[in-house]
C-alpha cells in the first residue's frame, strides 16, 4: 500500500508507515512510565531504607536521569536522522549551549557561597573580572535564561540550516560541516576571555531557583521533570511522524528530488525538523547540567555528537523507541564496565557495537520486530 501527495501534474508515491497513534498497549506503556518517573522511582529512593534490596539509590538516580537527558538528544537524532535522512554529528553543541545557558544561571545562584565570597563567579573573581560581561546580562533571571536554552540552539540551527540547506549540502559533506562547527565552538568555549569558564567550564552549584540542589527532594524534582520531558518528547514525535508533514520527511529521506518535482519545498521541512531536533537536545543539555553538576567544553567533542548517533543506530533507526533504548542500553554498558572492567571497558564497548552492527543492522528494536514476525509466520504455518 502507498500513500500519495498530488500536485497539479505529479504524483509521488510515499510507503506507507504503521499508524503511528498508541494503540491500547502502547498506552499502557506510557501510563506505566509516568507512574514509574512519578511514583515508584520517589518511593524506592525517599521512603524505601538504604538497607532494603528495593532501594533506588541516589547514584542509580543520578545515573538514570543522565541517561534520560541523551535518551532525549537521540530521540531528536532519530526525527533528523532517522525519518529525514540528515545524519549530524554535530548536536553535541546544541545540548551544550543549553546545558550553558543553565550553567550561567546556576553560577550566579551561587552568590557569596563560592570561594572568593564574590557576587561574581570564582573563575570571573581569578581572572580579575570587574564585572559579569554583557552576555551574562540576563543570567540572574531563571525565565530569561529558559528561554535562552531554546533560543539559542534553535537560533544557530536555523541560521546554520538556512544556508546548508538551500545550498543543497548533504550526506557526509554534510555531516564533515557540523562535526567543524562543534569542533570550532569548542575551541571559542576554551578560551578564558569569552566568559564561560574555559577549560573548567561550570561547576560547584549550590541552588536553583532558591532551593538547594543537593538536597533529596530537589533532585528527585529534577527527575521527575526530566522523566515527563522524555515522555511528552516522545509523543510529541509520535505524533508528529504521522502528520503529513512527518510523512513528507520521510519522502525527503527516501526521495528528494521526487519531493521537489511534485511542488514541495524540501528547505522548509528540512529546516524545521533540524530546529526542533536542535532545541530538543537544548533542553536536555539544560536538564542535565543541575543533576550532573558541570558542564564544560568537552560537551562538544566530536565523540559526543557521534554517540550520539550511535544511540540512535543501536536501538533502531526511524522507531523513536529505539534510539531510547539505545541510549539506556549503551550508556549502561559504558556504566556498568567502567566499574566491571576498569582497564578494558573500552574494549568491550568496541566489540558490542560491532556485535550489533553484524547481526542486528536494523537495531535492537529492528532485530525484536524481526524475531517477532518470523516467530508469528511459523506459528501461522
Known amino acids: 500500500m502507498s500513500a500519495v501527495m498530488t500536485s497539479p501534474s505529479l504524483t509521488l508515491a510515499v510507503p506507507t508507515v504503521p499508524n503511528s497513534a498508541l494503540g491500547p498497549k502502547g498506552w499502557t506503556a506510557v501510563i506505566a512510565a509516568v507512574i514509574t518517573v512519578v511514583v515508584l522511582a520517589p518511593v ?8 532494603s534490596v528495593f532501594h533506588l539509590s541516589d547514584y542509580a538516580l543520578s545515573l538514570i536521569a543522565k541517561i534520560m537527558c541523551y535518551a532525549i538528544c537521540a530521540l531528536a537524532m532519530d526525527l533528523i536522522w532517522g525519518y529525514t535522512g540528515i545524519l549530524s554529528l554535530g548536536h553535541g553543541l546544541f545540548f551544550a549551549l543549553g546545558g550553558y545557558a543553565m550553567g550561567m544561571y ?10 572568593y565570597k564574590s557576587d561574581l563567579p570564582d573563575f570571573m573573581v581569578f581572572l580579575d573580572w570587574k564585572e559579569v560581561p554583557w552576555h551574562w546580562t540576563f543570567s540572574e533571571s531563571f525565565i530569561a535564561q529558559m528561554i535562552l536554552v531554546v533560543l539559542v540552539p534553535g537560533l544557530l540551527a536555523f541560521v546554520f540550516g538556512f544556508f546548508a540547506f538551500r545550498s543543497r549540502i548533504k550526506g ?5 560541516i557540523t562535526q567543524a ?12 576571555e569569552t566568559g564561560f569558564g574555559g577549560n573548567n567550564g561550570f561547576t560547584d552549584f549550590k541552588r536553583i531557583l532558591g532551593i538547594t540542589i543537593a538536597q533529596p527532594s530537589t533532585r528527585m524534582a529534577l527527575f521527575v ?20 508533514f512527518g510523512r513528507v520527511l520521510q519522502a525527503i529521506r527516501d526521495a528528494e528530488n521526487r519531493v521537489m518535482f511534485c511542488g514541495y519545498n524540501p528547505l522548509a521541512y528540512k529546516l524545521a525538523i533540524w530546529t526542533l531536533s536542535a532545541m530538543m537536545c537544548g533542553i536536555a543539555g539544560a536538564l542535565y547540567v543541575p543533576q550532573v553538576g558541570i558542564i564544560n567544553p ?16 543501536v536501538g533502531g533507526r526511524a522507531t523513536l523507541i529505539g534510539p531510547i533504548i539505545g541510549a539506556f542500553f549503551v550508556n549502561g554498558a559504558k556504566s556498568w564496565f567502567t566499574v566491571a572492567f576498569p582497564e578494558f571497558w573500552l574494549y568491550f564497548l568496541g566489540l558490542l557495537f560491532i556485535l550489533v552492527t553484524l547481526f542486528l543492522p536494523q ?8 524475531l517477532l514476525n518470523k516467530n508469528n509466520a511459523e506459528v501461522k504455518a
Open 44 to 51: 524506592l529512593n525517599l521512603l524505601v531504607p538504604a538497607n
Open 106 to 115: 546556576l553560577m550566579r545562584q551561587i552568590g557569596r557561597d563560592g570561594s
Open 172 to 176: 557526509v559533506y554534510f555531516s564533515i
Open 181 to 192: 562547527m562543534t569542533f570550532a565552538a569548542m575551541l571559542f568555549f576554551f578560551r578564558n
Open 225 to 244: 521533570i526530566t522523566g515527563l520531558t522524555l515522555i511528552g518528547f516522545y509523543l510529541m514525535a509520535r505524533w508528529l511522524v504521522n502528520t503529513k
Open 298 to 313: 568537552s560537551e562538544m567533542s566530536a565523540a559526543a555528537g557521534i554517540e550520539m548517533a550511535i544511540w540512535a543506530a
Open 363 to 370: 537495531g535492537i528494536v529492528g532485530g525484536v520486530k524481526k
